[in-house]
């Protein structure tokens, strides 16, 4: 069985650009998870999807969006990028909503903004 | 909003001590989990709690839902070098979507 898979590993952009950070689900999971993790912080939610609708979002602004694809795999794109975007994004996949399906992480994108 | 404060934030111990840490929280949440990260990884996921008052065993960890389900604790018996790392609890709200809320991690050093 395979884990959630994330790409790229590692991306450098400068402010203003725009990025798009990758996510693939493990093995039978409809639910994924974005999470921002600043250089020795807890992970902050962002937004989940489930089933390709957006399923909830956490106090990130528009510029942060996201799509989930028909095999359950996901987007995060961020525009305008800003240098307090610098972080580890982490993705999370699950079974569904219920309680009991826990949340499974990826290794993470470390994104670097100059 | 919901925030979740852990402590210590780092602990420096001798192999083979035991090892507690805790999460208190001004909300309740339904299901408190830990995990632990290490470096350049994603959390792991160690323990997790669904009922107030459970105490959950997984080898050398233990962890405990409180019973005002605002708080949790993980111990960790006979430490050994591979604990090394940073372990988070997080809480777990059913709000539409499965969201998590972290606390800022508590991170463990072991000397050997």
């Known amino acids: 069985e395979t884990g959630v898979t994330q790409s790229p590993t590692h991306l450098i952009k400068t402010r203003g650009q725009q990025v798009t950070l990758r996510c693939s689900s493990q093995?039978?999971?409809?639910?994924v998870s974005w999470y921002q993790q600043a250089l020795g912080q807890g992970p902050q939610f962002i937004f989940q999807?489930?089933?390709?609708?957006?399923?909830g979002r956490g106090n990130f602004p528009p510029r942060f969006s996201g799509l989930q694809f028909p095999n359950y795999s996901s987007e995060l794109n961020v525009n305008a990028l800003e240098l307090d975007d610098s972080a580890l994004y982490l993705c999370?996949?699950?079974?569904?909503?219920?309680?009991?399906?826990?949340?499974?992480f990826g290794p993470g994108t470390r994104l670097t903004v100059l | 909003g919901q925030q979740l404060n852990q402590s210590p934030q780092s602990m420096f111990i001798q192999e083979g001590e035991d090892v507690s840490m805790n999460c208190t929280s001004s909300?309740?949440?339904?299901?408190w989990l830990w995990y632990k990260q290490d470096p350049g990884e994603g959390p792991v996921l160690l323990i997790a709690?669904?009922?107030?008052?459970e105490l959950t065993s997984n080898g050398r960890l233990t962890a405990q839902f409180g019973i005002t389900r605002k708080d949790s604790f993980l111990n960790i018996s006979a430490s050994i070098p591979s604990d090394v790392g940073i372990y988070f609890c997080?809480?777990?709200?059913?709000?539409?979507?499965?969201?998590?809320?972290f606390g800022q991690g508590t991170r463990l050093t072991i000397n050997p």
């Open positions: 999807y489930y089933r390709e609708e957006e399923n």
């Open positions: 909300s309740i949440f339904n299901t």
């Open positions: 999370a996949s699950s079974l569904g909503l219920a309680r009991g399906n826990e949340q499974f």
């Open positions: 709690l669904y009922k107030a008052g």
């Open positions: 093995s039978g999971h409809n639910t």
């Open positions: 997080a809480g777990q709200v059913f709000q539409g979507a499965q969201k998590l809320v």
